[in-house]
């Protein structure tokens, strides 16, 4: 439906928004005119205000009552009116707080993320880790297991130990498997197997020789490690600050919100659906989750070289400060995503030294090493 507002409709629909989001009292024509900022009277104001309520940017609770922004008034606000918001000093330096995390730490970053959003603009915030991001192997290792089979040991970065068991047509002595694991660390350790090329594999299987056959397996046996537990990891930070809105002092609508966030996977389709360069805001019903009818969820996808890595967002009450929350938001993936691409660039880790196969301790010790990357964080 279009809508072709005066300057002075703007201006008004604009005032009424912003007192209703500080104060959450619906807001009279008087009000207004006593701000100064619309040079009108509180009589043409108050028309000028039942004229934007006909057409549907402004609701009257109660017949005495002064008005509130429906949900097509925030749309329009958002979309043709709200101005820049200024970040503050303090804003930025928590911004580049963030920006300091260990890129050993990459993984947790969202997660941290997610907390800020939700200390910098008071509501509760999601964090999703996409399921589409795979992991990399920091260092390969392989021990015998019998004649016919052997253990691939995988040393996740920054996670944990996965490990496979890969049948072999012929018995690996101790020179084949040295030479298999020397050629997997030099060639698939810190990789990310998505770029994987077929002349990648192909020089690999030469390089193994004689046990070129093993590649193949081996690779799929790699793949298949790295696609466990790939769901969306969905955290939700602050939902205790919901109850310091009004709109959530019915218990009902507290109570149905507070169970979306437990059906995850709602929010996860959701995100999944939206537009992936762009700070996404939906008002009210535009929600395709019925629960949140009645609230906004602001959010984006973090993108590092177009690859999904997650998203930040925030829930909270139509009644909300857009202009801070989508600059805050949109602040904040740009910085994730900045560190994130500045990591990758960094020179890569140097090659992992030569193992000995066919050892149960340097499974040990990889475990070991996994161990204290966790405690470290």
Do not use: W
């Not at 690996?172 to 040295?178: F, K």
């Not at 969820?297 to 909270?316: E, M, N, Q, S, Y």
Request: hydrophobic share 35%; aromatic share 6%.
């Amino acid at each position: 439906m279009g809508f072709d507002l005066s300057d002075r409709k703007k201006k008004i629909l604009e005032a009424v928004i912003k007192n209703y989001v500080e104060s959450g009292e619906p807001v009279g024509s008087k009000l207004i005119a006593q701000n100064g900022q619309i040079n009108a009277s509180s009589a043409t104001i108050r028309n000028e205000m039942a004229e934007l309520t006909e057409m549907g940017f402004l609701i009257q609770p109660h017949t005495s009552a002064g008005r509130i922004p429906s949900e097509q008034g925030y749309r329009f606000y958002v979309d043709s009116l709200m101005e820049s918001y200024n970040t503050t000093t303090e804003e930025i330096g928590n911004l580049n707080e963030l920006l300091k995390t260990r890129t050993e730490q990459l993984d947790r970053i969202i997660e941290d993320a997610g907390k800020l959003a939700s200390a910098l603009t008071n509501y509760p915030a999601i964090a999703v880790k996409s399921n589409k991001r795979r992991q990399v192997v920091k260092r390969f290792s392989v021990m015998q297991n019998d004649a016919a089979s052997f253990l691939l040991i995988m040393l996740i970065a920054r996670d944990t130990v996965r490990t496979k068991n890969i049948a072999t047509r012929v018995y690996l002595d101790e020179a084949a498997l040295l030479k298999l694991q020397n050629v997997l660390n030099a060639n698939l350790a810190n990789l990310d197997l998505d770029s994987l090329t077929f002349s990648q594999m192909m020089n690999m299987e030469k390089e193994l020789g004689e046990y070129g056959f093993l590649a193949s397996p081996v690779i799929k046996s790699i793949y298949e490690a790295l696609s466990e537990d790939t769901e969306s990891d969905v955290r939700i930070e602050g939902v205790d600050r919901l109850l310091s809105y009004p709109e959530f002092a019915d218990v009902g609508k507290l109570k149905s919100l507070l169970g979306l966030f437990e059906q995850k996977e709602e929010l996860v389709n959701l995100v999944e659906e939206s537009d992936k360069n762009a700070v996404n805001v939906l008002i009210g019903s535009e929600n395709t989750v019925e629960t949140m009818n009645g609230s906004t969820l602001i959010f984006k996808t973090i993108r590092v070289d177009g690859v999904d890595i997650g998203t930040i967002g925030v829930i909270g009450p139509c009644r909300m400060d857009y202009e801070k929350v989508i600059a805050t938001i949109d602040s904040l993936t740009q910085s994730v995503s900045q560190m994130m691409r500045s990591a990758r660039s960094l020179p890569p880790e140097e090659h992992p030294p030569e193992l000995s196969p066919g050892n149960s301790s340097e499974k040990r010790s990889l475990e070991r090493e996994g161990r204290e990357d966790r405690d470290n964080e």
